[in-house]
Nanobody, 125 residues
Framework: VQLQASGGGLVQAGGFLRLSCATS????????LGWFRQGPGKEREFVAT????????YYADSVKGRFTVSRDNAKNTGYLQMSSLKPEDTAVYYC???????????????????WGQGTQVTVSS
């Protein structure tokens, strides 16, 4: 499945952004969706994930309470709503998809078989 993340940009600390992840999956409900980010000089890290029909979500401690992951399977699209943004949230954000028949919420990079190209989020102080 192909994915394309969008919605990144430059925002001041305390602001918000909404990222979208458009997919080519004919049946998006067969895939768990995840969001990851990679800051300058850092490894790619887990941000959030949502199970294939949206019943379960899981977040990194660093974004819990500030970010909300969601999906619209009818539109083949996932979302990451980010609020109370901090300079340390600056990174390239990637969406990813994992084919699954369970309600799992994978958090490891290697669990995902499909990745989008990333969208830059820059938070100024």
């Amino acid at each position: 499945v192909q994915l394309q993340a969008s919605g990144g940009g430059l925002v001041q600390a305390g602001g918000f952004l909404r990222l979208s992840c458009a997919t080519s999956a004919p049946t998006l409900s067969n895939y768990a969706l995840g969001w990851f980010r990679q800051g300058p000089g850092k490894e790619r890290e887990f941000v959030a994930t949502i199970s294939r029909v949206g019943r379960r979500t899981y977040y990194a401690d660093s974004v819990k309470g500030r970010f909300t992951v969601s999906r619209d399977n009818a539109k083949n699209t996932g979302y990451l709503q980010m609020s109370s943004l901090k300079p340390e949230d600056t990174a390239v954000y990637y969406c990813a998809a994992k084919f699954t028949v369970t309600g799992d919420t994978p958090t490891w990079v290697r669990e995902y078989g499909s990745w989008g190209q990333g969208t830059q989020v820059t938070v100024s102080s």
